[in-house]
């Protein structure tokens, strides 16, 4: 791994577990072993390491989604591997990355957020598109566009995680991803 890989690895365990405000560049250049003016030279600013993080999560994500798409058929048990994404973050202490900086996002700089957006469409398209295709198939029902269901889905995995993390009930992150996934399976 080169300097800016481990960077970029360091600072991103950091947003997911203490969000983007709470780490500053000496926290990232002590656990590197690098001097800040080092850091300064792959990131010239915060803001400019922030893009870069989104976008290399992103891409980690992206590669999830490919990976959920090759390895299962069923939309129940795509939507099952979906949230085990999220379910191994808290398993590591974290929780995913763009989750904790859309709570961030009045504090960051507006030029993080066009890729902070770009993340939740892609998710929110994917998950559309396992829920309309779990539809046709007669694995999943639903009433209304799959698009907001997508939504739903979604906003309560994030949500969930953040209930999980503060309270550390794992069990009950567990007991909602099940639920979420069982009210969208075909009842007969």
């Not at 203490?18 to 001097?35: T, W």
């Not at 763009?98 to 929110?124: H, S, V, W, Y």
């Not at 269901?149 to 949500?159: D, N, S």
């Amino acid at each position: 791994m080169d300097t800016r890989e481990h960077i970029l690895a360091i600072a991103q365990r950091l947003v997911q577990q203490r969000g983007f405000n709470g780490f500053s560049y000496a926290d990232i250049a002590q656990e590197v072993g690098i001097r800040k003016a080092s850091l300064h030279h792959h990131f010239p600013s915060k803001t400019d390491l922030g893009v870069a993080l989104v976008d290399v999560y992103s891409a980690q994500f992206d590669s999830e989604l490919l990976r959920i798409e090759k390895f299962y058929t069923s939309a129940p048990a795509k939507l099952k591997a979906y949230a085990g994404i999220y379910r191994a973050s808290l398993e590591m202490d974290r929780i995913c990355m763009c989750g904790m900086l859309g709570t961030e996002t009045l504090t960051l700089d507006a030029a993080m957020l066009p890729q902070l957006k770009r993340f939740f469409i892609r998710n929110t398209e994917w998950l559309a598109q396992v829920l309309a295709e779990g539809k046709s198939q007669g694995e999943l029902e639903f009433d209304g566009a799959a698009a907001d269901h997508a939504r739903v889905i979604l906003a309560t995995l994030q949500g969930a995680s953040l209930v999980c993390r503060s309270t550390g009930d794992l069990d009950t992150f567990d007991r909602t991803c099940a639920l979420l996934v069982s009210n969208f399976s075909r009842k007969g």
